[in-house]
């Protein structure tokens, strides 16, 4: 059984700032990606950021030079953070893991919200 619990998320004011993290326990035999997704009401899932195991991002076009995605393998733990928060940003944001198999673990999502 894998869990992945996410924190972080929450109400501020657009052009700030927010904090995800997602970790990662149980079995889980080797993490390889993590990364971000989020929805919003109405919208497909979308891709936010995204990490490989060596470290290498990839981000949407979106949050570019505003959102910076890390981790910590010892920690088994994804962050993500969110500056020069816009209200087109609101949405729920799930964490994704991927193990060395290629199976996937989401979490249950945290909400963000940022109002102008």
């Known amino acids: 059984q894998v869990q992945l619990v996410e924190s972080g998320g929450g109400l501020v004011q657009a052009g700030g700032s927010l904090r995800l993290s997602c970790a990662a326990s149980?079995?889980?035999?080797?993490?390889?990606?993590m990364g971000w997704y989020r929805q919003a009401p109405g919208k497909q899932r979308e891709l936010v950021a995204k990490i490989t195991s060596g470290g290498t991002p990839t981000y949407a076009d979106s949050v570019k030079g505003r959102f910076t995605i890390s981790r910590d393998n010892a920690k088994n733990t994804v962050y993500l953070q969110m500056n020069s928060l816009k209200p087109e940003d609101t949405a729920v944001y799930y964490c994704?893991?991927?193990?060395?198999?290629?199976?996937?673990?989401w979490g249950q999502g945290t909400q963000v919200t940022v109002s102008s």
């Open positions: 994704k893991v991927t193990d060395n198999s290629g199976w996937p673990y």
């Open positions: 149980g079995s889980i035999f080797g993490i390889n990606g």
